[in-house]
């Protein structure tokens, strides 16, 4: 399996797998908490239909990917993308991200610049500050992620399962848009990732990336369901599009949080749409 080293911990070296698929322009994919690269799955075979270069990889700690005790903060996280874009030496790159990963992408941008980012879809967004504070009022109080961070400690399992629920709106999205068999394989993802970066995590979602964002000068599209019950839309999306002045926002009626696969389809047409490609989205097998 091919991985990059970004770092060590102690004796053994911090890697990050990933998957490299096709030819042309490349777009890097970016998974959100707590999966790894095989939650884009219903994205894989469109963009590599369409002619791009697909890479995905998996954020240390989650998937294939090592699980130091170490470096679960946005800072690390994108030196570990930098790392990726300088191995491979990536130029006039496509990032997408879901979730966590629209984090690494703002952070991303903030610490390292454009030059070699041409365009950016952020899925679901973290951005621009989640956490509620005197010069932040619309965010969520703090005491909901220390909540987040005791359940995880206490049972990691039970956790996740009520994740997922909220995830895929499950209540109203299963044998829908959603089957159980799916649920389950994403709860699969999400307990194999390491327990220590899983709970770390929740501090890093508290992140302010309002610094970052003056320095996004490339072309963004945004997408998000405005019934997203992990980052709600009225603090995320829909704050973070007025302070992006080159990107637009592509509301999914509706949406969970899990909109890469309960509305695979827009959310897939949107994104080849945005990157220059508008050809149909097919159904196929992958």
């Not at 005491?143 to 995830?167: C, H, L, P, W």
Request: glycine letters at 8%; a negative charge.
């Amino acid at each position: 399996m091919p991985f990059i080293t970004v770092g060590a911990e102690n004796s053994a070296p911090i890697d990050l797998y990933y998957e490299d698929h096709g030819s042309g322009q490349p777009v890097v994919l970016i998974h959100g908490f707590p999966l790894s690269n095989r939650a884009w799955e219903k994205q894989v075979p469109e963009l590599l239909h369409a002619g791009y270069r697909t890479i995905a990889y998996d954020r240390r700690g989650f998937g294939n990917s090592s699980q130091p005790a170490t470096g679960y903060d946005y800072d690390t996280f994108a030196a570990d993308l930098d790392a990726i874009l300088r191995e491979l030496d990536l130029r006039d790159t496509i990032l997408i991200g879901h979730s966590m990963g629209t984090g690494e992408i703002t952070r991303y941008l903030g610490n390292y610049g454009s030059a070699r980012v041409s365009k950016v879809v952020l899925i679901s967004p973290i951005p621009p500050f989640l956490m509620q504070t005197d010069d932040n009022p619309q965010g969520v109080p703090k005491q909901v992620f220390e909540g987040f961070q005791d359940a995880i400690r206490k049972d990691r399992f039970a956790y996740q399962t009520s994740f997922m629920n909220d995830f895929f709106n499950y209540d109203q999205n299963k044998g829908k848009s959603v089957s159980e068999e799916a649920y389950h394989a994403n709860w699969d993802l999400a307990v194999i990732a390491s327990p220590i970066g899983t709970e770390k995590c929740v501090d890093a979602w508290l992140t302010d990336f309002r610094g970052d964002l003056p320095r996004i000068d490339v072309p963004a599209l945004l997408i998000q369901g405005d019934q997203d019950r992990v980052l709600p839309y009225p603090v995320t999306g829909e704050r973070l599009q007025p302070l992006l002045p080159q990107s637009t926002l592509h509301t999914i009626a509706g949406g969970p949080h899990a909109i890469p696969w309960t509305h695979s389809d827009e959310v897939n047409r949107a994104i080849l749409d945005f990157v220059g490609q508008g050809a149909p989205v097919y159904s196929r097998a992958w």
